[in-house]
């Protein structure tokens, strides 16, 4: 009788062990299934520039065998400001706080979505920012930094040099 020693949950391993008349040992592990989230957010090819825009793509992940439900993924930021994002799901919040709703994650499934940001800061100031995922299941068994991904980086000068040029050729 185990009361009151272990609480086994969702998530835990637990083996069962007996022995037989002859001496062999029958060993099993079993897991009830639990939800595992994690997130990663990572600028697309350059820098942020003063006064620019950058693209970053939001990767998240259930690794665990369960559903995930009530999955939000919230984005806050200091030196840039939400301008758009092509994510299949519904948003609230702009500006330098963003919120996701991604509903139910499926066991052993992956996302990914790209967000486009105006660079606010300025030139030598850091800009940060934080995006997190999290589900109403108590039992997700991500670890805090599993769920939790920070970026930061220097503005840099904007020597983004742009042309336009139209001419015809008739070939006469």
């Known amino acids: ?12 391993w637990v083996g069962v062990q007996y022995t ?19 997130i990663q957010k990572d600028p697309q090819g350059g820098e942020p520039g ?17 559903d995930a439900e009530n999955v939000v993924i919230t984005d806050t930021m200091d030196g840039l400001s939400y301008l758009s ?18 509903g139910t994650l499926p066991g052993r499934s992956s996302g ?5 940001v105006e660079v606010t800061g300025v030139e030598s100031n850091t ?3 934080t995006v997190q995922i999290a589900t109403s ?18 503005v840099q000068y904007n020597n983004t040099y742009l042309s336009v040029n139209k001419w015809g050729w008739t070939g006469n």
């Open 1 to 12: 009788d185990f009361t009151g020693i272990w609480d086994i949950v969702p998530g835990d």
């Open 20 to 38: 037989e008349p002859n001496g062999n040992h029958v060993i099993n592990m079993f897991q009830e299934p639990a939800p595992y989230l994690r």
């Open 50 to 66: 003063e006064g620019g825009s950058l693209l970053f793509r939001i990767d998240y992940w259930n690794h665990g065998s369960a």
């Open 85 to 102: 994002d092509n994510a299949p799901f519904s948003h609230a919040g702009g500006g330098t706080s963003v919120v996701w709703d991604l």
């Open 112 to 116: 990914e979505f790209e967000m486009f």
């Open 127 to 129: 800009v940060a920012n």
């Open 137 to 154: 299941n108590p039992l997700d068994q991500g670890y805090p930094w599993d769920k939790r991904y920070e970026w930061s980086e220097h």
